[in-house]
């Protein structure tokens, strides 16, 4: 039996809106786990369920061997960040995190114990008496992680919390997530919609579309192997090119272009994917076309291209030296394409 | 330093304000000290006089009404009693009937805000008879429990705060749940610390209102024991003076000039409190 269950979750507002359907899934003890997906597909909505902010329609959540569906949420024993942090205005630093501690009971030195060890694991030790309107961005995160930290909790839940910070505050906090997560070994599902957050954070991604579960896997498993044409486009940057074409036994045709696929499939509807860094340019190549822009990245470059009326991407090295305007010629592997089926969207090989 | 002609404008005009609003009372301050022989003969006057003590403790001290048991010091205690009795149920009462109107979503929340809100149109003066009956009927006359249980419903104060507790963030409430705040302590641990300024201001103004009430308690009052200050000024020291028909003006001015006092510390107290909390923006 697995740390936290869910098994086929449902959420459907008053409004009749379905924002999560029949969703299932298996969270281990000690599990980074990060939710993505496009806003509105009811991550953050599933996340609140399992916290208790909101109401399951159907289905079961199991934490720890219990059911927790009708658990205060007081009495899950679960820890939520906000995305605005939602930190006590009128209390102290030391306060914010010691309400939940002194609400429980706890012995005031043990409390203080507790808010002074999480402090200082966090380097806010010297901000305890500071009110917080009078800090910063990334201090005030560090409060609102300090405030799950203290409860110790079965789960942390995080909810966006890291797209109010600026660009590289961001990417020292994710860091520093990830680190203090390793460290307590504490259960953590993390909500995001930014897919670098989640490659980097998650030892496993759950991608959800409209309420719907894509794909779960490791980072790489998602990469490599996206399930859905949804998950192969959201997940990677720049996006994974999708070229619609026409299967006849192994063979897509795009324009008039044939690409062999190296694999015995057959469809009328379907499109191939190949990301931008697995087209290799070569002057063997056996495909020509127009670089209709050229973006420098530094270490990279991406040239935008177009066969047919079909637009896609190639990330290569900028030591290649192509211009705007200028003919390139690359080649398509087949063991790096990605066959989905137009209707299903599903994956094909 | 110099100054821009705005702003030498904008200093006049604020000076000549402060002036209209201080002069008349310090011509009252100033005539309130002179004996009523100057005042009948002289008018009123603008420099202090040499019976401030005399006037003002005669005004705190002396009997009157027809009892002649009633004191000035009395009816300022009983204003007092009234005011801070309204003032604070009335704030006690809005902030917690807010709480459930914004916190609590069941059914009929909005139809019953209206319904409350619906009431700034029927002062106590329009509803002055069934009140009287209602309260006379429980027997609540000559009690300060009249003079106050009527009064402390306020439709004014339940939409203010109303208005200000749907600008706190929903996650506040969520955050707070998560620690284990029930409904209770999320409305003692967070709601009234973060309305602090507002609940100094509602104080502020009910206070006044509940001071300046002359109506309610003129019908509601046959004791004199019970009389507040502001039905005093039209009763107190009309009486003639030791035989002589000579107009206690000088009384009357100090009495004036006193009821004005609790009102104004209330504000001077509250003030600071109310400041500190417009300059700290928390949210």
Same mark, same amino acid.
């Given at each position: 039996m697995s740390f936290l269950e869910l098994q086929n979750i449902t959420k459907i507002y008053p409004n009749g809106t379905k924002a999560v359907n029949e969703t299932s899934l298996n969270i281990e003890n000690g599990e980074f786990v990060v939710f993505v997906g496009p806003s509105g597909c009811g991550k953050s909505t599933l996340l609140r369920m399992i916290a208790g902010l909101e109401d399951i329609t159907s289905g079961e959540i199991v934490l720890d061997s219990n059911i927790i569906n009708n658990i205060d949420p007081s009495e899950r024993d679960v820890a939520m960040v906000f995305q605005n942090y939602?930190?006590?205005?009128?209390?102290?630093?030391?306060? $914010?995190?010691?309400?939940?501690?002194?609400? !429980?009971?706890?012995?005031?030195? %043990?409390?203080?114990?507790?808010?002074?060890?999480?402090?200082?694991?966090? %380097?806010?030790?010297?901000?305890? %008496?500071?009110?917080?309107?009078?800090?910063?961005?990334?201090? !005030?995160?560090?409060?609102?992680?300090?405030?799950?930290?203290?409860? $110790?909790?079965?789960?942390?839940?995080?909810?966006?919390?890291?797209?109010?910070?600026?660009a590289k505050l961001r990417n020292q906090m994710r860091l520093e997530i990830k680190k203090l997560q390793r460290q307590m070994g504490v259960t953590s599902i993390f909500v995001t919609h930014d897919q670098t957050e989640a490659m980097t954070l998650g030892d496993r991604i759950v991608v959800i579309n409209n309420g719907i579960v894509e794909q779960v896997g490791t980072p790489k498993e998602i990469y490599s192997k996206p399930n859905t044409k949804f998950v192969a486009e959201f997940i990677g940057s720049p996006q994974m090119n999708i070229f619609n074409c026409k299967i006849d036994n192994g063979t897509a045709k795009i324009d008039n272009h044939s690409i062999n696929l190296d694999k015995s499939v057959n469809n009328d509807d379907a499109s191939i994917g190949i990301r931008p860094d697995d087209i290799q340019i070569s002057d063997s190549g056996s495909i020509t076309c127009k670089a209709n822009l050229v973006e420098y990245l530094g270490s990279d470059m991406i040239i935008y291209s177009s066969l047919g009326d079909q637009e896609f991407s190639c990330k290569l090295s900028s030591k290649i030296d192509v211009k705007a305007g200028n003919e390139f010629k690359f080649d398509i592997q087949p063991n790096l394409v990605h066959i989905f089926d137009n209707s299903s969207g599903k994956r094909l090989d | 330093m110099k100054f821009k002609? &705005?702003?030498?404008?904008?200093?006049?005009?604020?000076?000549?304000?402060?002036?209209?609003?201080?002069?008349?009372? #310090?011509?009252?301050? *100033?005539?309130?000290?002179?004996?009523? @022989?100057?005042?009948?003969?002289?008018?009123?006057?603008?420099?202090?006089? =040499?019976?401030?003590?005399?006037?003002?403790?005669?005004?705190?001290? +002396?009997?009157?009404?027809?009892? =002649? +048991?009633?004191? *000035?010091?009395?009816?300022?205690?009983?204003?007092?009693?009234?005011?801070?009795g309204i003032a604070t149920l009335k704030v006690v009462i809005s902030a917690m009937s807010a709480y459930a109107l914004v916190y609590f979503r069941f059914k009929l929340a909005v139809p019953i805000f209206w319904l409350i809100f619906i009431t700034l149109l029927v002062p106590l003066e329009v509803r002055i008879f069934p009140s009287y009956k209602i309260?006379?009927?429980?027997?609540?006359?000559?009690?300060?429990?009249? /003079?106050?249980?009527?009064? &402390?419903?306020?439709?004014?104060?339940?939409?203010?705060?109303?208005?200000?507790?749907?600008?706190?963030?929903? +996650?506040?409430?969520?955050?707070?749940?998560?620690?284990? *705040?029930?409904?209770?302590?999320?409305?003692?641990d967070f709601l009234l610390?973060?309305?602090?300024?507002? /609940?100094? *201001?509602?104080?502020?103004?009910?206070?006044?209102?509940?001071?300046?009430?002359?109506?309610?308690?003129?019908?509601?009052?046959?004791?004199?024991?019970? #009389?507040?200050?502001?039905?005093?000024?039209?009763?107190?020291?009309? =009486?003639?003076?030791?035989?002589?028909?000579?107009?206690?003006?000088?009384?009357?001015?100090?009495?004036?000039?006193?009821?004005?006092?609790?009102?104004?510390? @209330? &504000?001077?107290?509250?003030?600071? #409190?109310?400041?500190?909390?417009?300059?700290?923006?928390?949210k």
């Open positions: 939602a930190l006590y205005p009128h209390m102290t630093v030391y306060n $914010n995190m010691a309400y939940g501690l002194k609400n !429980r009971g706890i012995s005031k030195q %043990e409390i203080e114990n507790k808010v002074n060890d999480a402090a200082k694991l966090l %380097e806010i030790d010297s901000y305890l %008496e500071r009110k917080p309107s009078m800090l910063s961005g990334g201090q !005030r995160q560090r409060v609102a992680m300090g405030r799950a930290i203290v409860r $110790n909790p079965k789960i942390f839940l995080f909810d966006e919390p890291l797209s109010n910070l600026d | 002609p &705005v702003e030498i404008l904008s200093h006049i005009v604020l000076i000549l304000g402060v002036l209209l609003m201080v002069l008349p009372i #310090w011509y009252s301050f *100033a005539t309130s000290t002179h004996e009523n @022989v100057a005042i009948m003969t002289e008018g009123m006057k603008f420099f202090l006089g =040499e019976s401030f003590s005399q006037n003002y403790n005669e005004v705190l001290n +002396e009997k009157g009404g027809w009892s =002649e +048991e009633v004191t *000035a010091a009395k009816m300022f205690i009983n204003s007092f009693i009234m005011a801070f309260v006379s009927d429980l027997g609540l006359t000559n009690t300060y429990t009249g /003079l106050i249980l009527p009064l &402390v419903a306020s439709a004014t104060a339940t939409f203010f705060f109303r208005q200000f507790y749907k600008t706190i963030p929903d +996650e506040l409430l969520e955050s707070a749940k998560l620690d284990g *705040a029930n409904s209770w302590r999320f409305f003692i610390p973060l309305s602090k300024t507002m /609940l100094a *201001a509602m104080f502020i103004f009910m206070f006044v209102y509940g001071y300046s009430q002359y109506l309610w308690p003129l019908i509601m009052t046959t004791d004199e024991k019970y #009389w507040t200050v502001v039905m005093g000024m039209k009763i107190i020291f009309t =009486e003639n003076y030791e035989g002589v028909a000579l107009p206690r003006t000088g009384e009357r001015f100090a009495y004036i000039i006193l009821s004005m006092l609790p009102p104004v510390l @209330v &504000v001077i107290i509250l003030q600071r #409190w109310f400041i500190k909390g417009l300059i700290q923006t928390e």
